[in-house]
């Protein structure tokens, strides 16, 4: 029988809608919204930028845009790993860090279980899942306090495989898996990896570790529709078919070429306007806790490809938007007041949900006390939509710019359009800039100086460099 995820009339139920009436001069006034005029005035940019887009598609750094249909035997291969692994193991660990990382941990919280490490084996299905995307010796040492590298599979995501914060972990691992399994150490390993740059395939082909791939064209940040978020999914009983499916969708969409049909186009167009109008912060705030990771993954993707000191013409820009993480309802009662009363230096983005995978009814009581009484009857899916609408209101009414994407559901299918939207945004975006969205300068800064310090050999002149630069001051520390 045909999914339904492939059936026409299921997938335009689940098509995401972008509300942006709030982001116009009509909603936030003249001077914080952008207007029809404004959008005209710059059609030429935004129909560039569109064809630019279609032209890079599928080369270069922009392979992301054919994973949702160039991967039908690496899914295979990752469905039969996982199969393998929810059968055997007890835990599934991810050794990376940013886009190796990011991605993982979005789609578990919002397509499985909140509290999933937590449930009994029989209804999970499949192993605990971690992601350890740091190197505090702490959190390392609290890992291996609840799992048993015996019963454990880490998968080793680097694209570079040479990050030093993932190398270092994999060290530490793949030792203690020696000491405790000698020569079957190498069978709880898995390397999601470049094939064919970087130390980790090599070592990979020492060892003889399982081995995913990361396509050359397809950069950390955009990687999650590849084996390094495909495989994490699939281990946790997700449908990474339909994932992928709503990926393709949502493809379908972005490539109408009229501004006002294309959902990322005019999102990067809107995005693009208001960073001119001093706009440098974008908060996104979903009103499902499913979803407060994917804040996480986007203000790499937004940080990262945007935020780039020159253009494609060398000049000096300092372009990008800061990303800025907050969840409703949590955050009305901490970071709101700003977004109202603060600077007019923000957009915000809401994420919500048509329909919860719950329903939460508030019982009878207190009938003696009217004021908490009005509560009663309603239902917790009700009280939240209440407060994201009360929110879009009070922010609308201070003449704040605002969006809203709603999801109809929160489900695979869904997941893949929110991802794939927010990547086509972010191509839109940075062509508008004239910037390279796919390189990462001041990242790869921050990796050498590391090297540097840590004596890695071949970066003795960046660490002369820092040991030239000017001392600090005792003057200014107190
Ligand atoms: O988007 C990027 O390229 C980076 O943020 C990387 O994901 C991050 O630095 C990790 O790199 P790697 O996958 O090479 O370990």
């Not at 207007?35 to 710059?42: F, M, P």
């Not at 049909?261 to 706009?279: D, E």
């Not at 009217?370 to 009360?390: K, Q, S, Y």
Request: glycine share 8%.
């Amino acid at each position: 029988m045909k999914a339904k995820y492939l059936n026409g009339k299921w997938q335009r139920s689940m098509r995401l809608r972008l509300d942006y009436n709030n982001m116009t001069d009509e909603f936030v006034g003249k001077e914080q919204g952008v207007s029809k005029a404004e959008l005209r005035a710059e059609s030429a940019l935004f129909a560039d930028a569109f064809e630019k887009v279609q032209q890079k598609r599928g080369t270069g750094m922009m392979g992301w845009t054919e994973l949702p249909y160039n991967q039908k035997e690496i899914v295979e291969d990752i469905l039969a790993a996982a199969k393998d692994i929810r059968k055997k193991f007890d835990a599934f660990v991810v050794l990376g860090i940013g886009g190796s990382a990011l991605g993982p941990i979005a789609v578990m919280q919002a397509l499985r279980h909140m509290r999933y490490n937590e449930l009994p084996k029989a209804k999970r299905k499949g192993p605990k899942f971690y992601v350890e995307d740091n190197v505090d010796p702490e959190r390392m040492k609290a890992l291996l306090d609840v799992v048993d590298v015996k019963k454990t599979m880490f998968n080793v995501v680097t694209k570079s495989g040479s990050t030093s914060e993932t190398m270092s972990q994999y060290l530490i691992i793949y030792d203690l898996l020696k000491q405790a399994l000698g020569k079957d150490a190498a069978s709880h390993v898995i390397a999601t990896t470049s094939q064919n740059k970087g130390n980790l395939i090599k070592l990979a082909k020492q060892e003889g570790f399982k081995t995913f791939y990361i396509p050359d064209g397809v950069g950390g940040r955009f990687s999650e529709l590849c084996p390094v978020g495909l495989l994490p999914a699939a281990v946790t009983g997700i449908d990474i078919r339909q994932l992928l499916a709503g990926a393709a969708y949502m493809d379908k969409l972005c490539r109408e070429k009229q501004l006002r049909k294309n959902p990322a186009l005019v999102s990067a167009a809107l995005s693009y306007l208001s960073m001119k109008k001093g706009k440098n912060i974008s908060v996104m705030m979903p009103y499902a806790d499913s979803l407060r990771f994917m804040s996480d993954w986007y203000c790499q993707l937004w940080a990262e490809s945007l935020g780039k000191a020159v253009n494609f013409a060398g000049e000096e820009v300092f372009a990008g938007q800061t990303p800025v993480k907050a969840l409703g309802v949590t955050d009305q009662h901490s970071q709101v007041q700003h977004y109202r009363e603060g600077p007019f230096d923000k957009v915000v983005t809401f994420l919500a949900v048509d329909r919860y995978r719950d329903e939460v009814v508030i019982p009878q009581g207190c009938e003696e006390i009217p004021d908490v009484n009005f509560l009663c009857g309603h239902t917790m899916n009700e009280l939240i939509d209440a407060e994201r609408r009360a929110t879009e209101y009070a922010l609308t009414v201070s003449r704040r710019p605002n969006r809203t994407i709603y999801l109809p559901e929160v489900n695979a299918f869904t997941i893949g359009e929110l991802l794939y939207f927010y990547e086509m945004e972010t191509a839109f975006c940075g062509e508008m800039l004239g910037i390279d969205t796919y390189n990462q300068p001041g990242v790869e800064a921050g990796k050498n100086a590391t090297y540097a310090l840590l004596g890695r050999k071949g970066y003795e002149s960046t660490k002369e460099e820092m040991e030239a630069a000017k001392a600090k001051k005792e003057e200014f520390i107190c």
